[in-house]
């Protein structure tokens, strides 16, 4: 098969940041199918509703995504590494048991950047909350909460919606 390239790009300007702002928590189980525009950008997911949403609000500057391509010549295969890393303040015990719950989960991710795009991370097998660290701090200022880390294998990169996960919701 040929791989062809097909674009180049310009230099962007100056206005892109880092960091994201929440992160939204869906079943993956719960989904029954997506619509991609020409683009691949997700316009549509069938299967669950609003109800099925579950926001974290994050403090400023605590969360990051990445992607990581992933490449074995003698194999002859590319996959990607999707790895959402969050804090979470003050430990609870109802948040003890949320965070349960999830690390038993596989979940959709999607996460909204601090240039207000959002990417869902785990459509294709669920993401994995893969580590998960609660700590008081040691002194006064320390942050006392979670630290948890959600990662993803896909043969794809995370797909961008077009919007809020509410408003693709079909």
């Known amino acids: ?11 962007d300007c100056k206005d892109g940041i ?6 939204v928590l869906l079943d993956q189980n719960l989904v029954t199918g997506i619509t991609l525009d020409g683009s691949e950008v ?9 109800a099925d949403l579950y926001t974290y609000e994050l403090p400023t500057q605590t969360g ?3 992607e990581t391509i992933n490449f074995n010549r003698d194999a ?15 430990l609870t015990a109802a948040k003890r048991l949320e965070l349960q719950n999830v690390a038993q989960a596989r979940v959709i991710v999607f996460v909204n950047d601090t ?3 959002w990417w869902a991370v785990g459509y294709e097998y669920g993401a994995d909350l893969s580590t998960s660290t609660a700590g008081t701090g040691t002194v006064l200022g320390d942050m006392n909460g979670y630290t948890l ?4 294998e896909a043969a794809k990169r995370a797909y961008k919606l077009n919007g809020a996960p509410a408003s693709v919701i079909a």
Not at 1 to 11: D, I, P, Q, R
Request: glycine share 10%; aromatic share 10%.
């Open 115 to 117: 240039n207000n795009n």
């Open 149 to 152: 880390a959600f990662t993803h």
């Open 1 to 11: 098969m040929a791989c062809e390239l097909s674009a180049g790009f310009t230099l």
């Open 64 to 66: 990051s995504f990445e």
């Open 42 to 50: 997700i316009t549509a997911i069938a299967g669950p509703t609003d």
């Open 76 to 90: 002859g295969t590319i996959f990607y590494t999707q790895t959402v890393n969050i804090m979470l303040n003050k």
């Open 18 to 23: 880092g960091g994201i702002k929440q992160i």
